[in-house]
């Protein structure tokens, strides 16, 4: 059985639902979903699509209350404060799980994936690291902006798809650490609690695998190399599956086929 948390809010409930869906659709093991919300019942008639899948062991629904937080930077933004709500998951996600795997709602799962997590979570604590995430910047003339504007080394990670070492993550009590850290640099925050994340870690992270956050659009591969070549497809940025125009692109078909049949309608 694997562990796998989601952090969402009600403007993300259809697009969590089809990546749960897809997990479980090329899964060989029961999961465990557990799911941070702003609004738990806002999901229920949703969660009925999926509740009787072989390969879900249980739904674990959970209300966000950390709103005393300064949320930074999310004013005209294309995201909520949704995506901070990993930062506490300290104080909801019950701490006898040892390791949890981090799952944004705008991915989805294209290959079995247990095995290869598997492996991963062994290195991952065999090395006693936080996380494992996948390096989207390594520091250079093109962008060492990015370096200068945190202070931070010579890596930059996406934090989409993160396997989690909770064991380590409750001990050092890291959400005190990560709410520290963005009040140090809220000034220069630009990618919300990614920034936070980058900056408190600075590079000090393991290595994911790069089928296990694959990123679809502007690239020129097929898509036949996507369906062989990856895991977790990740639709990160503004443009998705479901907007005007992400939906053009030849690789949403992925999306479009989960959402189609979890759903049973044309997205």
Sequence with gaps: MQ??????????????LTSIYSLLE?????????????????????????????????????????????????????VSKATYFRMFIEDYIDSEIKNILYIDPDVVCLNQFNETVEQLTEDLNFQNKLISVKTEHIKSRHNKNIFERLKISNKYFNAGIMLINYEKWNQSKIKHL?????????????YW??????????????????QLNQHPFNFKNSEEY???NTIFLHYSGKNKPWNKKGFKDKNS???????????????
């Design 26 to 78: 090329n899964s060989n093991k029961k999961l465990n979903i557990h799911i941070l919300h702003n609004d738990p019942k806002s999901l229920s008639k949703s969660i009925e699509l999926v509740n009787g899948h072989e390969k879900l062991k249980k739904i674990n629904l959970y209300m966000f209350k950390n709103d005393d937080y300064n949320f930074p930077k999310i004013d005209g933004s294309h």
């Design 253 to 267: 078909v992925f999306y479009k086929k989960f959402y189609e049949e979890v759903f049973k309608k044309k997205l």
């Design 226 to 228: 996507y369906a062989k």
């Design 178 to 190: 990560l709410v520290e850290t963005s009040k140090e640099i809220e000034d220069h925050i630009v």
């Design 193 to 210: 609690d990614q920034d936070v994340m980058n900056k408190y870690l600075d590079g000090e992270y393991l290595e994911l695998p790069v």
């Design 3 to 16: 562990d796998i948390l989601y952090c969402f809010d009600t403007n993300y409930n259809e697009q969590a």
